[in-house]
């Protein structure tokens, strides 16, 4: 069994149709009473199952990409659909829906609950789902399994290495059965070699049907990407080729 | 999900939980302790009315206090030959009954007009007395000439007030001592102060001691003074017999003289006509002693009619300072403290929410709707209002219990009670007196009784003060954007 056994998106029959179209979308926002402009009129389709990366310089806009595709926030102009649905104009609680039950998350610096065991910081990506426990258990059970840290459930961040504390955010990500998984700077804080082991986690997450996003200043994650795109001054260019 | 990660943030963050539970602990314990206090000063305020003025007083009437100036002093006056010359001393010996010199009697027939008055369920009269006694052994000749006085006349004993004069060629010493006399209806002790009083020894007055030289002895004085039930006592110059001990019906308090006689054998030891003092009023209902009040005072506008309340605003001494500290100042204090520890729980739990930016935002990143995060502050804020409140609770009743094991004593003074010339060793326990001033006293000890409804709701308090700093977090934790939440910390 994979994570992605029972996801009704894995399923689906228009698996040809773009799961993120966006058209013209910019995002202004006021820092200190000056305007900026973090993205300028962003054309982008992203298909279900594609590993992408974007890169960027600092400040080109990677990050609010990031989160106007993760439903963290809404564009100023423009649109944007996940699957059809227009993000733009969807309700907070819309949007908090869709986080909760579409969309994994893993930030840079793992963002784990420092209080919390490791089977607890994964066991709270399901809280929003209503599950009843014995179903939790099973979903957080798998998403460790699934990282490699079965045996390692009860202990809190502070006892893992980075790495595994990333392969604790990453099942935390994806015990909800997303969609799409969301990356910031997955490997950002990590060594070379437990960059790779994320990697070629996230590489295996992408093969089982999950479309992985991740953005990234590492050339040799972007090398492990299907398609690759670069974000300057908030404009997108492919550049996978 | 909920239980473990409250209490795991909660054990996480000890000092910020420590630092709202201990303030509002103290908070708590300052308004149980207070309160506790409030409510002893109030009974004790009662006992003490209750000493001097007797169970179901409801008003009293007395006359006008005399004005300043007014008032004649007593003071004892010798014949050039009074007292026992041996040699070149000579002892004198005279004593006084006196009425209050600073408030004036009453015809005994206000009794008649007061009883007679609607609303009147019943009353009775006494007479306040003080007997006073110049003892001594002056040099032949007495006082010796004094400064105002011409050649050949013979010095009077001072004042009161007065210092003594020097003894003259040759010294002497001489003492005034001085106890309260109530003269009291034996037909009508259900109300007054004996109403407050048990026989401990002996017998009370019966309707056949109305003029009889019989006394009743309050058991602390006489224990003082070594009398027991059979003695006889000097009163103005004659023996009394004692036929029995009075005790307070209150353990903490005396009864309001240190001898009782029947009313007539005290006018007449005292050589005043039929007059009282002070008049025992006890309305027939509680709504009624308003306009009982209103009616005395018209039927007797020379009078001063006063209710329990205006009793209570005289009772002095300790007490009095005691339930203004307590009432005043504790009040306020509490207040202040609660207001201070719910200002500190509120700041603490905005800083602690200021300070978890990324953890909510990630939170509502993964799907955390606003009401479940502020659930979840506001879940903290009231457990920590909660250990507060126990704490509370217990330092509030050990605060309690502290009290009432110490049992500190506050004296209570009545106003004006047979006042007149005194000494020492005179008076009620307590009293000790000016030498030449007494007013009765009552060592009343303060107790600080539970109440149920105190600790309830001092509880109640606490965990209000944790709702609202969780509702001031919850709120800055709702206003968090996730996207602004990361971007603070990328």
Same mark, same amino acid.
């Given at each position: 069994?994979?994570?992605?056994? #029972?996801?009704?998106?894995?399923?689906?029959?228009?698996?040809?149709?773009?799961?993120?179209?966006?058209?013209?979308?910019?995002?202004?926002?006021?820092?200190?009473?000056?305007?900026?402009?973090?993205?300028?009129?962003?054309?982008?389709?992203? *298909?279900?199952?594609?590993?992408?990366?974007?890169?960027?310089?600092?400040?080109?806009?990677?990050?609010?990409?990031?989160?106007?595709?993760?439903?963290?926030?809404?564009?100023?102009?423009?649109?944007?659909?996940?699957?059809?649905?227009?993000?733009?104009?969807?309700?907070?609680?819309?949007?908090?829906?869709?986080?909760?039950?579409?969309?994994?998350?893993?930030?840079?610096?793992?963002?784990?609950?420092?209080?919390?065991?490791?089977?607890?910081?994964?066991?709270?990506?399901?809280?929003?789902?209503?599950?009843? =426990?014995?179903?939790? =258990?099973?979903?957080?059970?798998?998403?460790?399994?699934?990282?490699?840290?079965?045996?390692?459930?009860?202990?809190?961040?502070?006892?893992?290495?980075?790495?595994?504390?990333?392969?604790?955010?990453?099942?935390?990500?994806?015990?909800?059965?997303?969609?799409?998984?969301?990356?910031?700077?997955?490997?950002?804080?990590?060594?070379?070699?437990?960059?790779?082991?994320?990697?070629?986690?996230?590489?295996?997450?992408?093969?089982?049907?999950?479309?992985?996003?991740?953005?990234?200043?590492?050339?040799?994650?972007?090398?492990?990407?299907?398609?690759?795109?670069?974000?300057?001054?908030?404009?997108?260019?492919?550049?996978?080729? | 999900?909920?239980?473990?990660?409250?209490?795991?943030?909660?054990?996480?963050?000890?000092?910020?939980?420590?630092?709202?539970?201990?303030?509002?602990?103290?908070?708590?314990?300052?308004?149980?302790?207070?309160?506790?206090?409030?409510?002893?000063?109030?009974?004790?305020?009662?006992?003490?009315?209750?000493?001097?003025?007797?169970?179901?007083?409801?008003?009293?009437?007395?006359?006008?206090?005399?004005?300043?100036?007014?008032?004649?002093?007593?003071?004892?006056?010798?014949?050039?030959?009074?007292?026992?010359?041996?040699?070149?001393?000579?002892?004198?010996?005279?004593? *006084?009954?006196?009425?209050?010199?600073?408030?004036?009697?009453?015809?005994?027939?206000?009794?008649?007009?007061?009883?007679?008055?609607?609303?009147?369920?019943?009353?009775?009269?006494?007479?306040?007395?003080?007997?006073?006694?110049?003892?001594?052994?002056?040099?032949?000749?007495?006082?010796?000439?004094?400064?105002?006085?011409?050649?050949? &006349?013979?010095?009077?004993?001072?004042?009161?007030?007065?210092?003594?004069?020097?003894?003259?060629?040759?010294?002497?010493?001489?003492?005034?001592?001085?106890?309260?006399?109530?003269?009291?209806?034996?037909?009508?002790?259900?109300?007054?102060?004996?109403?407050?009083?048990?026989?401990?020894?002996?017998?009370?007055?019966?309707?056949?001691?109305?003029?009889?030289?019989?006394?009743?002895?309050? $058991?602390?004085?006489?224990?003082?003074?070594?009398?027991?039930?059979?003695?006889?006592?000097?009163?103005?110059? $004659?023996?009394?017999?004692?036929?029995?001990?009075?005790?307070?019906?209150?353990?903490?308090?005396?009864?309001?003289?240190?001898?009782?006689?029947?009313?007539?054998?005290?006018?007449?030891?005292?050589?005043?006509?039929?007059?009282?003092?002070?008049?025992?009023?006890?309305?027939?209902?509680?709504?009624?002693?308003?306009?009982?009040? $209103?009616?005395?005072?018209?039927?007797?506008?020379?009078?001063?009619?006063?209710? &329990?309340?205006?009793?209570?605003?005289?009772?002095?001494?300790?007490?009095?300072?005691?339930?203004?500290?307590?009432?005043?100042?504790?009040?306020?204090?509490?207040?202040?403290?609660?207001?201070?520890?719910?200002?500190?729980?509120?700041?603490?739990?905005?800083?602690?929410?200021?300070?978890?930016?990324?953890?909510?935002?990630?939170?509502?990143?993964?799907?955390?709707?606003?009401?479940?995060?502020? =659930?979840?502050?506001?879940?903290?804020?009231?457990?920590?209002?909660?250990?507060?409140?126990?704490?509370?609770?217990? #330092?509030?009743?050990?605060?309690?219990?502290?009290?009432?094991?110490?049992?500190?004593?506050?004296?209570?003074?009545?106003?004006?009670?047979?006042?007149?010339?005194?000494?020492?060793?005179?008076?009620?326990?307590?009293?000790?007196?000016?030498?030449?001033?007494?007013?009765?006293?009552?060592?009343?000890?303060?107790?600080?009784?539970?109440?149920?409804?105190?600790?309830?709701?001092?509880?109640?308090?606490?965990?209000?003060?944790?709702?609202?700093?969780?509702?001031?977090?919850?709120?800055?934790?709702?206003?968090?954007?996730?996207?602004?939440?990361?971007?603070?910390?990328?």
């Amino acid at each position: 069994m994979t994570i992605t056994d #029972l996801a009704p998106a894995a399923q689906r029959d228009d698996a040809d149709q773009p799961l993120y179209r966006a058209a013209g979308v910019t995002r202004t926002y006021t820092h200190k009473g000056r305007i900026v402009k973090a993205l300028t009129g962003v054309d982008l389709e992203i *298909m279900p199952g594609e590993f992408v990366t974007i890169q960027g310089p600092t400040g080109g806009g990677k990050s609010t990409l990031l989160q106007l595709l993760g439903a963290l926030d809404t564009p100023s102009t423009g649109s944007l659909l996940l699957d059809g649905r227009e993000l733009a104009s969807a309700s907070a609680k819309e949007l908090g829906r869709i986080r909760a039950e579409e969309i994994g998350f893993v930030f840079q610096g793992f963002n784990l609950i420092p209080t919390l065991t490791a089977t607890e910081n994964v066991d709270m990506a399901l809280e929003p789902l209503r599950l009843d =426990r014995a179903e939790r =258990r099973t979903r957080v059970a798998e998403a460790l399994v699934h990282v490699g840290l079965d045996d390692r459930g009860d202990h809190l961040p502070s006892e893992l290495s980075g790495g595994q504390q990333q392969r604790v955010a990453i099942a935390r990500a994806i015990v909800k059965r997303p969609r799409v998984l969301l990356a910031d700077e997955p490997t950002g804080n990590l060594d070379e070699s437990m960059r790779d082991e994320i990697l070629t986690l996230l590489e295996s997450l992408c093969a089982e049907g999950i479309t992985i996003i991740v953005v990234t200043h590492d050339s040799a994650v972007a090398r492990r990407a299907t398609r690759r795109l670069r974000l300057t001054k908030g404009v997108v260019q492919d550049i996978t080729a | 999900m909920y239980g473990t990660y409250l209490r795991r943030e909660l054990a996480g963050r000890k000092k910020q939980t420590l630092i709202v539970a201990i303030g509002l602990a103290i908070a708590i314990a300052l308004v149980i302790v207070v309160n506790a206090l409030t409510a002893g000063v109030r009974d004790a305020q009662a006992q003490a009315l209750e000493s001097v003025y007797g169970v179901g007083t409801d008003l009293t009437v007395t006359d006008a206090a005399t004005e300043p100036g007014q008032g004649e002093r007593p003071r004892f006056d010798f014949d050039a030959d009074a007292g026992e010359t041996d040699g070149e001393t000579t002892t004198l010996d005279q004593s *006084m009954l006196r009425t209050d010199f600073l408030r004036g009697t009453l015809d005994s027939s206000v009794l008649d007009t007061v009883a007679a008055t609607d609303g009147v369920a019943a009353a009775s009269g006494a007479l306040s007395l003080t007997d006073s006694t110049f003892s001594g052994e002056l040099p032949s000749g007495g006082f010796g000439q004094q400064d105002d006085q011409q050649d050949g &006349q013979q010095g009077a004993a001072p004042e009161q007030g007065q210092a003594p004069p020097d003894g003259g060629q040759g010294g002497g010493s001489f003492g005034v001592d001085s106890f309260s006399v109530l003269g009291i209806d034996p037909a009508a002790t259900a109300i007054g102060p004996l109403a407050s009083a048990e026989v401990t020894d002996g017998r009370g007055f019966d309707a056949g001691d109305a003029e009889a030289l019989v006394a009743l002895v309050d $058991s602390t004085y006489a224990t003082t003074n070594e009398i027991a039930v059979g003695d006889t006592i000097d009163v103005a110059g $004659s023996d009394v017999e004692v036929v029995g001990i009075l005790g307070s019906t209150s353990d903490s308090a005396d009864t309001a003289a240190n001898v009782y006689l029947p009313l007539r054998t005290a006018q007449s030891l005292a050589g005043v006509e039929d007059v009282i003092s002070t008049v025992y009023v006890q309305a027939d209902s509680a709504a009624s002693i308003d306009a009982v009040q $209103s009616a005395l005072s018209d039927a007797l506008p020379d009078a001063t009619v006063t209710s &329990q309340a205006e009793l209570a605003s005289t009772v002095s001494g300790s007490l009095s300072r005691a339930t203004a500290l307590i009432t005043n100042l504790g009040t306020w204090l509490s207040i202040i403290v609660l207001a201070v520890a719910v200002l500190l729980s509120v700041l603490l739990t905005m800083s602690g929410v200021g300070r978890r930016t990324r953890e909510f935002g990630t939170l509502k990143a993964i799907g955390w709707s606003n009401g479940r995060v502020v =659930r979840q502050v506001a879940g903290e804020s009231l457990v920590q209002g909660l250990i507060g409140g126990a704490a509370g609770l217990v #330092l509030g009743v050990l605060g309690i219990v502290l009290v009432n094991v110490l049992k500190p004593t506050v004296a209570a003074t009545g106003a004006n009670q047979g006042a007149g010339p005194g000494g020492m060793g005179g008076g009620p326990t307590g009293a000790g007196g000016g030498m030449f001033s007494t007013t009765p006293a009552a060592d009343i000890v303060l107790q600080a009784p539970f109440t149920p409804w105190v600790l309830v709701a001092a509880v109640g308090l606490a965990v209000l003060g944790g709702l609202v700093a969780g509702a001031f977090g919850g709120w800055r934790a709702a206003r968090l954007s996730p996207s602004e939440a990361l971007r603070s910390v990328a």
